[in-house]
């Protein structure tokens, strides 16, 4: 098991969202200012900003809430928690504004957020959200997986939606704080965990179309009960071939909630149609693989290769699926990450050339997929057990984060 990690430092590029001022010293109109006083002012300013940022990690605050489960009803919720149905007793707050940078950083009582009716949110979707879980390890700890490549494809949604941008250090220090402040909600049970929501909201109230000068950052948690409640067991999904769920250059690869809400409608119609989930297909032409409605697609050829879809800008570039390729090469298996048509996957479930499918994200890590059914068509069959490749990822990569096995790419980091 791997040592705590120290989160990155934020890159220079982040740290105007840092500092609580920002009026550097500027060199007189009449001198041009030469490299020894660019530098000085650019180590000024770096000092002074990771000063800040260090002062906003170091103080949060703790208010502890009045109103905080019985340890009897939280044992009761534990025992079958579901998912997303029950929330912890604490919540993390940080402001943001142009003005102070981030500020105010709180853990306090879980509870309904305080909106004004124009703020920018409700109007203009201007908000964007992550998802990661916590772990409790037999010896009692609790890890969570890789929180700075979440941190990072936060800080990525957030310059797409004209967002501050978290520095990582305070990304991971937020769930530190707010598992500390709810460790007792995290279950011991097999393949359970707390699932932890950071998400980012503009807040400005201000009805006009503009990046807004307010916003504000929150986690929550909930705890999660197994996603297979019996066992991993393969699923169906559909094709859509009616909607698409981002084009090149819009918002795919970022993760925020417009993307969710345009997948409802087609992931009804997989609903209706038997399916567990909607795959969409790119755009432009309507043939190439993209991903599920929340999760990223594999294929395992004959010949043992794996094969993705590429990062188009239209994907979200998931941790989960980067955690698979990463330990797929590490076995010497060779992985494509390429354009893939759906035409191919069809063709090669039925003559023998496509052997495995599966789906992957945080919520259910490995998902194994049967079959692919469309208008008209259904391609290989919804009664076939779950691939051997696709369980022996599934279950390395969950021994990784249970502690079941070691940590070789210090994926892990400790937060209780």
């Known amino acids: 098991m791997s040592a705590r990690r120290r989160p990155r430092t934020a890159p220079a590029n982040q740290l105007n969202s840092i500092s609580t001022t920002q009026d550097p010293k500027t060199p007189p109109a009449t001198c041009a200012p030469d490299d020894a006083y660019a530098l000085n002012r650019s180590t000024d300013f770096f000092e002074h900003a990771m000063s800040t940022l260090a002062d906003i990690t170091s103080s949060f605050r703790t208010k ?6 019985a340890a009897a009803d939280r044992e009761a919720i534990l025992a079958d928690p579901g998912f997303g149905k029950h929330f912890t007793d604490h919540m993390v707050s940080i402001d943001w504004t142009t003005e102070r940078g981030w500020h105010d950083a709180e853990v306090r009582a879980y509870g309904p957020l305080l909106l ?4 920018s949110v409700l109007h203009y979707a201007q908000e964007i959200f992550e998802g990661l879980k916590a772990y409790r390890h037999a010896d009692g700890s609790i890890w969570t997986f890789r929180p700075q490549a ?3 494809r936060m800080q990525r949604s957030a310059r797409r939606l004209a967002l501050p941008e978290l520095p990582t250090e305070l990304f991971v220090e937020s769930i530190r704080q707010l598992v500390n402040a709810d460790a007792t909600w995290v279950p011991s049970a097999p393949e359970t965990s707390l699932y932890l929501r950071p998400f980012t909201i503009a807040n400005e109230s201000f009805l006009g179309v503009r990046s807004a000068q307010r916003a504000a950052y929150y986690v929550i948690a909930s705890p999660a009960g197994p996603y297979f409640a019996k066992g991993v067991a393969p699923v169906s999904i559909w094709l859509s071939t009616e909607y698409a769920r981002a084009a090149k250059g819009g918002t795919g690869a970022a993760k925020c909630g417009g993307n969710y809400a345009a997948s409802l409608l087609p992931q009804k119609e997989a ?4 399916c567990a989930q909607v795959l969409f297909l ?20 004959k010949d043992g290769t794996l094969v993705t879809p590429e990062l188009s800008g239209s994907i979200l570039e998931g941790v989960t699926r980067a ?3 990463q330990l797929a090469r590490d076995r010497g298996i060779t ?31 490995v998902t194994p997929i049967a079959a692919l ?10 009664n076939a057990p779950a691939g051997k490749l696709t369980m022996s990822l599934r279950q390395e990569l969950t021994d990784i984060q249970y502690g079941r096995r070691a940590d070789p790419h210090g994926w892990m980091t400790r937060l209780v």
Do not use: H
């Not at 609903?271 to 038997?274: A, K, V």
């Not at 790119?282 to 050829?301: A, I």
């Open 271 to 274: 609903y209706d149609n038997g």
């Open 150 to 152: 979440n941190a990072e």
């Open 335 to 365: 992985v494509e990450e390429r354009k893939v048509t759906a035409q191919e996957w069809r063709d090669g479930m039925a003559s023998g050339d496509v052997v495995e499918a599966f789906a992957c994200g945080t919520a259910a890590v």
């Open 282 to 301: 790119d755009p432009l032409e309507g043939k190439y693989l993209e991903e599920l409605g929340g999760m990223n697609v594999f294929l395992v050829k």
């Open 373 to 382: 059914k469309g208008p008209g068509f259904v391609a290989g069959d919804e």
């Open 323 to 325: 955690s698979i390729i």
């Open 64 to 69: 502890p809430s009045e109103k905080a489960r």
């Open 116 to 119: 004004d009716p124009a703020a």
